[in-house]
Nanobody, 124 residues
Framework: QLQLVESGGGLVQPGGSLRLSCEASGFSLDDYAIGWFRQAPGKEREGVSG????????LYSDSVKGRFTVSRDNAKSAVYLQMNSLKSEDTAVYYC?????????????????WGQGTQVTVSS
């Protein structure tokens, strides 16, 4: 069974940094475009960042552009989301999602596989 597992969430002060990881169980991420999404309490899930299969194509939402960086290490079958200059409004459950040979997109309907999410809380 194909599974995605996120890790790296936690509690951080405003202005701090976290790095989220997304790893696959049961398959290799090499052939999958990956998206990062988040859902804050009482809000709809939103796309944050996406990365193509080779890593050369990336996307960011306006709310995180310049602060977050997505990358991937296909040798380790892992995708990362480096989050810097975190703000309280970044508090959410963060999910990674995968689509085989897919385009880089922040449209969640395009993704076939989802992780369970990791909580990120930005608070002093």
């Amino acid at each position: 069974q194909l599974q995605l597992v996120e890790s790296g969430g936690g509690l951080v002060q405003p202005g701090g940094s976290l790095r989220l990881s997304c790893e696959a169980s049961g398959f290799s991420l090499d052939d999958y475009a990956i998206g990062w999404f988040r859902q804050a309490p009482g809000k709809e899930r939103e796309g944050v960042s996406g990365i193509g299969t080779s890593g050369s194509s990336t996307l960011y939402s306006d709310s995180v552009k310049g602060r977050f960086t997505v990358s991937r290490d296909n040798a380790k079958s892992a995708v990362y989301l480096q989050m810097n200059s975190l703000k309280s409004e970044d508090t959410a459950v963060y999910y990674c999602a995968a689509v085989r040979a897919g385009i880089t997109t922040l449209m969640e309907v395009m993704y076939d596989y989802w992780g369970q999410g990791t909580q990120v809380t930005v608070s002093s």
